[in-house]
């Protein structure tokens, strides 16, 4: 089965495309930034390229990764935002039409306001803070708009792909213990559902093997607060000798100015009914393994 793979050079692509191939699929990157051998270069707000790209390769599955992730710059560039992740979402869904492909677009659990005590489940009302979270729901509903055959994948917390592709939460933690700080201040009032790329990919990639359309969330089992998830790293690597100093999240309201649902929360409820709900581990037991893999550090 040929896979077509949008923002392949990414956090979530770089785990994604080695899952994929070892899954059995022929896969071709392309994204926006093309540093990594193989990768063909592909802008999603051009429709013209899309549909090109896509007549030309003839997939059988279009992965749609790439998208516009900087909660800040979004609120800022609001156009870009939208441009990159509702109108590009769009271009590549109507390559899909055209060719009788079948989407699999990533989302995010920004789609929700953070208001549920509980996780989120599929049957959960959206209803977005930032820009960002606006921009990928408009997203889903092109796909859901103009395509009969389509997965839509949110997820939440992610870490994966090494230093080099990880921009989020714990790759900043990482880099603070790699730069000598013997402080780190890290915020207690949010919750989400930490997620490693690699559960996430070859739960997708096991989903895309069934006919089930439709709308599903992937996260890892289990939920923390970013103070939890910081807390783990340190005793995974044995860090006893960094002060751990849990602020709220006004401490960083400069840095992180756009408004965030204080719950991230997600169930994979619909996998979860369909009894298919094994290929993904704890957060703790993949963090565990990611920090073995991909950072040596004493």
């Given at each position: 089965?040929?896979?077509?793979?949008?923002?392949?050079?990414?956090?979530?692509?770089s785990t994604l495309v080695p899952v994929f191939r070892s899954e059995g699929f022929e896969v071709f990157p392309t994204d926006l930034i093309v540093s990594v051998k193989g990768i063909e270069f592909l802008d999603v707000r051009d429709a013209e390229q899309v549909l090109s790209v896509v007549k030309r390769v003839k997939p059988d599955f279009v992965v749609h990764l790439a998208a516009k992730t900087d909660v800040e710059k979004c609120e800022v560039e609001v156009e870009d935002a939208f441009s990159v992740n509702a109108v590009g979402t769009q271009n590549v869904a109507l390559a899909c039409q055209e060719v009788g492909a079948v989407m699999i677009y990533m989302s995010t659990a920004g789609v929700f306001d953070g208001g549920k005590e509980e996780p989120y489940t599929e049957f959960?009302?959206?209803?977005?803070?930032?820009?960002?979270?606006?921009?990928?729901?408009?997203?889903?509903r092109f796909v859901e708009r103009l395509l009969d055959k389509y997965f839509?994948?949110?997820?939440?917390w992610l870490f994966g792909g090494g230093l080099k592709n990880d921009k989020k939460f714990v790759a900043k933690i990482l880099r603070q213990i790699l730069e000598g700080k013997r402080k780190i201040y890290v915020v207690t009032d949010k919750v989400g559902t930490p997620t490693c790329t690699v559960d996430l990919s070859k739960c997708m990639a096991h989903l895309m093997k069934t006919k089930y359309y439709g709308l599903y969330h992937v996260v890892c089992k289990g939920r923390a607060t970013r103070f939890q998830v910081a807390k783990k790293i340190f005793e995974c690597l044995g860090r006893n000798d960094i002060e751990l100093v849990p602020v709220s999240s006004e401490y960083f309201s400069k840095e992180y100015y756009a408004p965030r649902a204080d719950s991230e929360m997600l169930?994979?409820?619909?996998?979860?009914l369909r009894g298919m709900n094994h290929d993904v581990r704890h957060w703790e037991e993949a963090l565990q393994e990611y920090l073995n893999t991909s950072f040596k550090m004493h």
């Open positions: 089965m040929r896979v077509l793979v949008t923002g392949a050079g990414g956090m979530v692509g959960d009302l959206p209803n977005p803070l930032n820009v960002y979270g606006k921009s990928k729901l408009e997203g889903e839509i994948v949110r997820t939440s169930q994979n409820y619909v996998l979860e």
